[in-house]
C-alpha cells in the first residue's frame, strides 16, 4: 500500500503533524533565508509581504482548500504568493509564466480555481512581456474565476478590469491595510499542499497534488544532503518556479533548512554567456543547480566566459531536468568547477517530489561516475523490471525503472481523477510506481537512466533509448541540441530511413 503518515511527538506528550508544527515554524523560517533576485530582499520585509498578502487574500474571499493559480514571473512577490497560499491553507498552483492563455485557462479550469495571483508583465532576457493581457484571456473562458491579483513587475500600466485586484508594492493601494502578522491555519499531514500540472501521454495534463508534511519533509532532506548544503551557504537553483525543481529546490526545501537561497529572473545568455558565472562570483554560490540543456548551450562559447569570473565559492554542482549527456558533463565539471566540485546528475520527477536517484549522499570520497545518477536516496526502493512485469535482478542489467516502496515525497494523486493516477503510475507493473523511464544497473549496482521507456526505437528487437542516441549525436561539435524519433520501417519495426546518411540511420535529427 503506498500510504504514508508522518507524525510528530512533542514534549507534552501528544502527536502534532509535521504540518502543524511547520505552520508554527513559518516565522522562523522565513527569517532565516534570503532571496536575492536583482536586489537584496530583507527577511522581515519578505516574512511581512507573505503576511500581508495572505490576509488580503483571505479579505477577498479565499479559504482554506481553495484552489489559487498563480502566474508570475521568478521573483520575491511569488514566492510570498506560493507561501501566502500555504499559510492559510489554500492550494497553489502555479503555472509557468511562459505558458499560452489556451494553457493556462485548461488548468485553471481543471483546478477549479477562483483567483489567480499574476504581474502586470515579466521581464527575461532583456525584453518584457505582457503576462496581465494573457491572463484576461484565460478568464474569458474561465467562469469560476472571482478576483485577479495583479502584482506590479515593471512601471509599465496595463488595463485593469472589475475582477482585478492591485497588489502594488509601492503604493500599498491594497496591502497597506492589512496586518503584517498572519496565524498560519493547521493542516493535517495528508491535506493538499500544492498541485501542479504535467504533460500526459493522452495530451491533456495532469494535476499532480503533492499534500504538506511528506513533501516538505522530503523536500528538506533532499536539499540538505544531495546538495551537501551546511547552514550558511548560498544555493543557487535556477529553475523556474513554474516547474517542481523551482518549488522543492528554490523555495521550499531551502526555506525549511534556513537557506540563502537565489532567485534567478534571467536567461544563461543575457546580457552575455557569462550571465551565471558572473552570478557565481557576485553571490559568492556554493551549490549550482541547472539544467543539461542550458550546460550545452554554454559549452559551445569560449571558456573565457567561464573563467574570467572567480568561482571558487562553488562546491557542489549538479544537473536537472534530463540525463546530462558525457560532453556536457565533463565540461560543467573540468571547466566550471576545475575538477574540484562533485557533480551531482539528480534523477527525480514531478510526481516524487524530490531527488530519488543522484551520486550524493555518499561516504567522503566515494566514487561519482560523469553523467550517471547512481545511488538510490534515504529509504528509495529502485527496481527494473522486463518486459512481462518480472523483476530483473542482478547487476549489468536493463529495464524499466519503478520504485517499490512509498516515499515521503511521493505525490497522492491526480487532481479530480484519482484511477488516472493508478493507472498511469501502478498499473504497469503490479505493487511498483512506475517512473516511465528505462534505466541499466551497472556490474556494480550503481543506476544509469537511459530516457522514457515510450521514447525507446525497437530496431530488429533492439531497444535503444533515445536518450544514449542524443548523447552521441550531441558530442559532435557542430551539433549543439538534437532530439531522436524512431520512424516505422517495414522490415525492422523502427529503424533507418532510406537513403539517409548513417548518422540517422534509426531517427530524424532534429537541430539548431
Known amino acids: 500500500s503506498f500510504t504514508c503518515t508522518f507524525l510528530w511527538r512533542t514534549k507534552a506528550g501528544f502527536e502534532e503533524t509535521i504540518t502543524d508544527l511547520l505552520s508554527h515554524l513559518h516565522s522562523f523560517l522565513l527569517f532565516s533565508c534570503m532571496f536575492i533576485s536583482v536586489k537584496h530582499s530583507n527577511l522581515r520585509e519578505l516574512l511581512e509581504m507573505t503576511c500581508r498578502l495572505a490576509n488580503t487574500l483571505k479579505s477577498y474571499g479565499v479559504q482554506r482548500g481553495e484552489r489559487v493559480a498563480i502566474?508570475?514571473?521568478?521573483?520575491?512577490?511569488?514566492?510570498?504568493?506560493?507561501?501566502?497560499?500555504?499559510?492559510?491553507?489554500?492550494?497553489?498552483?502555479?503555472?509557468?509564466?511562459?505558458?499560452?492563455?489556451?494553457?493556462?485557462?485548461?488548468?485553471?479550469?481543471?483546478?477549479?480555481c477562483k483567483f489567480v495571483i499574476t504581474c502586470n508583465q515579466g521581464v527575461r532576457g532583456g525584453r518584457i512581456f505582457d503576462l496581465k493581457s494573457t491572463v484576461d484571456k484565460a478568464v474569458k473562458s474561465c467562469p469560476s474565476i472571482q478576483h485577479v491579483f495583479v502584482a506590479k513587475r515593471t512601471n509599465n500600466s496595463v488595463p485593469m478590469g472589475k475582477l482585478d485586484i492591485s497588489l502594488d508594492e509601492v503604493t500599498h493601494t491594497v496591502m497597506a491595510g492589512q496586518s503584517s502578522v498572519c496565524a498560519p491555519e493547521p493542516m493535517d499531514s495528508e491535506e493538499m499542499l500544492f498541485m501542479l500540472y504535467t504533460s500526459g501521454s493522452t495530451g491533456k495534463p495532469k494535476g499532480i497534488v503533492h499534500t504538506q508534511a511528506g513533501y516538505l519533509l522530503y523536500a528538506s532532506l533532499t536539499h540538505q544532503y544531495v546538495f551537501d548544503y551546511t547552514p550558511g551557504d548560498v544555493f543557487g537553483c535556477v529553475a523556474d518556479i513554474g516547474w517542481i525543481t523551482g518549488h522543492s529546490y528554490v523555495v521550499y526545501g531551502p526555506l525549511c533548512n534556513g537557506a540563502t537561497s537565489v532567485l534567478f529572473e534571467s536567461t544563461p545568455v543575457y546580457p552575455h554567456p557569462g550571465r551565471y558565472w558572473e552570478t557565481v562570483q557576485r553571490l559568492r554560490i556554493n551549490q549550482f543547480y541547472g539544467a543539461p540543456t542550458a550546460i550545452r548551450l554554454l559549452l559551445k562559447h569560449e571558456e573565457n566566459w567561464v573563467k574570467k569570473y572567480d568561482r571558487s565559492s562553488l562546491k557542489t554542482l549538479a544537473s536537472v531536468g534530463e540525463p546530462i549527456n558525457q560532453e556536457a558533463w565533463e565540461w560543467f565539471y573540468n571547466v566550471v568547477g576545475d575538477g574540484r566540485c562533485p557533480l551531482v546528475d539528480t534523477w527525480w520527477q514531478t510526481e516524487t517530489g524530490g531527488v530519488c536517484i543522484a551520486p550524493l549522499p555518499a561516504e567522503?570520497?566515494?566514487?561519482?561516475?560523469?553523467?550517471?545518477?547512481?545511488?538510490?536516496?534515504?529509504?528509495?526502493?529502485?527496481?527494473?523490471?522486463?518486459?512481462?512485469?518480472?523483476?530483473?535482478?542482478?547487476?549489468?542489467?536493463?529495464?524499466?525503472?519503478?520504485?517499490?516502496?512509498?516515499?515521503p515525497g511521493m505525490a497522492r494523486t491526480i487532481f479530480g481523477d484519482h484511477?488516472?493516477?493508478?493507472?498511469?503510475?501502478?498499473?504497469?507493473?503490479?505493487?511498483?510506481?512506475?517512473?516511465?523511464?528505462?534505466?541499466?544497473?551497472?556490474?556494480?549496482?550503481?543506476?544509469?537512466?537511459?530516457?522514457?521507456?515510450?521514447?525507446?526505437?525497437?530496431?530488429?528487437?533492439?531497444?535503444?533509448?533515445?536518450?544514449?542516441?542524443?548523447?552521441?549525436?550531441?558530442?559532435h561539435p557542430d551539433v549543439p541540441e538534437s532530439a531522436v524519433i524512431g520512424i516505422p520501417h517495414e522490415i525492422k519495426g523502427e529503424g533507418e530511413a532510406p537513403d539517409q546518411?548513417?548518422?540517422?540511420?534509426?531517427?530524424?535529427?532534429?537541430?539548431?
Not at 502555479?94 to 493556462?104: I, P, Y
Not at 510506481?433 to 530496431?459: H, K, L, P
Open 364 to 407: 567522503p570520497g566515494a566514487e561519482i561516475r560523469p553523467a550517471m545518477a547512481m545511488r538510490p536516496f534515504f529509504g528509495i526502493q529502485p527496481a527494473l523490471l522486463g518486459e512481462k512485469g518480472q523483476i530483473i535482478t542482478g547487476n549489468d542489467v536493463s529495464g524499466a525503472l519503478c520504485i517499490s516502496k512509498p516515499w
Open 501 to 512: 546518411p548513417s548518422i540517422c540511420s534509426s531517427s530524424h535529427l532534429f537541430h539548431s
Open 71 to 112: 502566474y508570475m514571473p521568478v521573483s520575491p512577490m511569488a514566492v510570498a504568493a506560493m507561501m501566502a497560499c500555504a499559510r492559510i491553507g489554500a492550494v497553489h498552483n502555479v503555472v509557468f509564466a511562459g505558458f499560452s492563455s489556451e494553457a493556462l485557462a485548461g488548468r485553471i479550469q481543471d483546478a477549479q
Open 419 to 475: 484511477q488516472r493516477f493508478v493507472d498511469a503510475y501502478f498499473k504497469p507493473y503490479q505493487g511498483q510506481y512506475f517512473s516511465g523511464d528505462g534505466a541499466y544497473r551497472t556490474e556494480d549496482g550503481y543506476y544509469q537512466i537511459t530516457g522514457r521507456m515510450d521514447d525507446v526505437i525497437n530496431i530488429s528487437g533492439h531497444r535503444l533509448g533515445t536518450a544514449e542516441i542524443e548523447d552521441a549525436l550531441d558530442n
